[in-house]
């Protein structure tokens, strides 16, 4: 089944349960000034589960577009080195707003994997929040499933994606318990199921939350029950057309495939195996989409967050040779892939092209010299495993490199990078800006001075961003 089938029946199955179909909403939200980039469906019906929003229907069903590249949320680490996670993905969804609730939302979903996408049910196990009976009994009850196929977890495994059984949105918003279904690869690939120790790898992958949303956490850490228990659900559209198509990788899906080949021809590589070839073609789509939504890039914000995966995908082509433009060329493969299921990319695929040629041409700039710079501060380590603060950030002030992509190319060699020296140095720039800035005043008589003074410095480590993320885990 092809990825645009799959979203059709999806939507298609929970609009025969009488569910609305409601159209993705933007990247950037426009309900939630503390949220980076939309992360999960729920973002545009935040104010339905707290009754602050009426809508005609109580039922609703989405393929939503999602950014995790910042924040509480952020994968952009993860690409190129696991199977599952992108920085732009869809997240297929299903809402009860006050309508139903647990055992709707677990028989559905069951339906939905095993007798429409007709999945193998022995591959599949759930987890449920660990004090969760009910949750626990519909599926072992009603749905049929042998106890040991439903494991118990609590708040935090502690596992490196910190996820858990309680979905919050973030320190303040609605809440509550979770179940989620995961599938197994086989034993082939290396991982444990959820709550074992080896559980990050990526045997076992989570496929769909089904969130219970029961509360609204207020600043204070209080947990206020909602107008009416309500379901959020979400399931990553590449995860499950990897299943359907059987493929373990999302990368190796149909769309993927054709995005990977294209970024191979673009920059003149044959080993489509590369993990480079997966990160461009993550990227472009990520990138695409937040120009799409209106997002430009910029040295703060959601502009410096684009910046910086325009950033990382160029130098990952540079690693592959190509030493010209390339990226903006892709959108056009992209738009073969996506653009029947987004009208708005086929519109603005012109404009979108354009701001990444104009990009990529001005880090092309500095991006071989930096480069070179980094791989001779790395060659003269020895045995050192850091690489200096000093060189992170002088690779940040004076040849555009974002922190994220120095310690890509850190971690691509077995290195780590010294935040601290680099926190440090930056300080001192910092410093250095507002004396200056200050002694121009008194020189200029008093003619303020804007960006300079102004300028406190990124909270690049960070995601680049002070606001909060929706967590959905
Ligand atoms: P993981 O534990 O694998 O990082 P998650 O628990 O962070 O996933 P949720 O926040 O529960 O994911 O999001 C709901 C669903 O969205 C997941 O079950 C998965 O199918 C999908 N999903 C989440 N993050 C990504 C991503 N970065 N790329 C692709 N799909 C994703
Ligand atoms: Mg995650
Ligand atoms: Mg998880
Ligand atoms: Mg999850």
Redesign the pocket.
Known sequence: MKSSELRQSFLSYFESKQHQIVDSSSLVPGNDPTLLFTN?GMVQFKDVFLGDDIRPYTRATSSQRCV?AGGK?N?LE?VGYTA????F?E?LGNFSFGDYFKREAIGYAWEFLTVVLKLPTEKLLVTVYAEDDEAFDIWHKEIGLPKDKIIRIGDNKGGR?Q?DNFWAMGDTGPCGPCS?VFYDHGEHIWGGPPGSPEEDGDRF?????VVFMQFNRSASGEMAALPKPSVDT???L??IAAILQGVHS?YEIDLFQNLISAAAKAVGTDDLTSQSLRVIADHIRSCSFMIVDGVVPSNEGRGYVLRRIVRRAVRHGNKLGQNGVFFHTLVEALDVEMGDAYPELRKLKERVASILLKEEEQFAKTLDQGMKILEDAISQLGDEKVIPGETVFKLYDTYGFPVDLTNDVARENELEIDEEGFEVAMEAQRTRARSASNFSMDMSGGVTIDSVTEFTGYDYLEGQCEVETIL??
């Open positions: 999960a995790r949320h994968d993860n599952r996670h992108h920085t993905f997240m994606y996820s989620e992958i989570e496929i769909w939350n979400g399931m990553g590449e995860r999302n959905v885990d």
